[in-house]
C-alpha cells in the first residue's frame, strides 16, 4: 500500500514541475493523457478559456473494445488526431501529466502524429 501512494505522490511531483511551463493556448491546445488500470483518456484543453475542445477515452460507447495496450493507445491517439484536425487544429502541446513517456503515453503522441497533428 505504501508504495502505490509513494508513486503517486512522485507522479503527482512531475505532474507540476511539468505544468509549470506548459500552456494551452486556442492556437495550440494542450494535450493531456490520464491512464488508469483500465482506461485509457485524452483531452485537447484550451488553457487560456478553460475549455476542453475535444476529448476521447477507452469509457466511450463505440471505444469500448480498446484496451490501456500499446495498440489500444495508438488507436486513440489516432481518433483524438482526426477529431482535431475536423476542428483545423493542426498542432498541440503535449502534456504527459507526469507518466513516462514510452508505452502507452508514447504510443498516444504516436498515433496523433500519424494522424497528421504536430508537436
Same mark, same amino acid.
Given at each position: =500500500?505504501?508504495? @502505490?501512494?509513494?508513486?503517486?505522490?512522485?507522479? #503527482?511531483?512531475?505532474?507540476? %514541475?511539468?505544468?509549470?511551463?506548459?500552456?494551452?493556448?486556442?492556437?495550440?491546445?494542450? =494535450?493531456?493523457?490520464?491512464?488508469?488500470?483500465?482506461?485509457? !483518456?485524452?483531452?485537447?484543453?484550451? $488553457?487560456?478559456?478553460? %475549455?476542453?475542445? @475535444?476529448? #476521447?477515452?477507452?469509457?466511450?460507447? &463505440?471505444?469500448?473494445?480498446?484496451?490501456?495496450?500499446?495498440?489500444?493507445?495508438?488507436?486513440?491517439?489516432?481518433?483524438?488526431?482526426?477529431?482535431?484536425?475536423? /476542428?483545423?487544429? &493542426?498542432?498541440? @502541446?503535449?502534456?504527459?501529466?507526469? !507518466?513516462?513517456? %514510452?508505452?502507452?503515453?508514447?504510443?498516444?503522441? $504516436?498515433?496523433?502524429?500519424?494522424?497528421?497533428? /504536430?508537436?
Amino acid at each position: =500500500m505504501n508504495r @502505490v501512494i509513494d508513486k503517486n505522490k512522485k507522479r #503527482a511531483r512531475r505532474k507540476v %514541475h511539468i505544468r509549470k511551463n506548459l500552456v494551452g493556448t486556442s492556437e495550440r491546445p494542450r =494535450m493531456s493523457v490520464f491512464r488508469s488500470n483500465a482506461h485509457i !483518456y485524452v483531452q485537447v484543453i484550451d $488553457d487560456s478559456k478553460g %475549455h476542453t475542445i @475535444v476529448s #476521447a477515452s477507452s469509457v466511450e460507447k &463505440e471505444l469500448k473494445e480498446l484496451k490501456n495496450t500499446v495498440e489500444g493507445g495508438a488507436k486513440l491517439g489516432e481518433i483524438v488526431g482526426k477529431r482535431l484536425l475536423e /476542428k483545423k487544429i &493542426e498542432s498541440v @502541446v503535449f502534456d504527459r501529466n507526469g !507518466y513516462l513517456f %514510452h508505452g502507452v503515453v508514447k504510443s498516444i503522441a $504516436d498515433g496523433a502524429r500519424k494522424a497528421g497533428v /504536430k508537436f
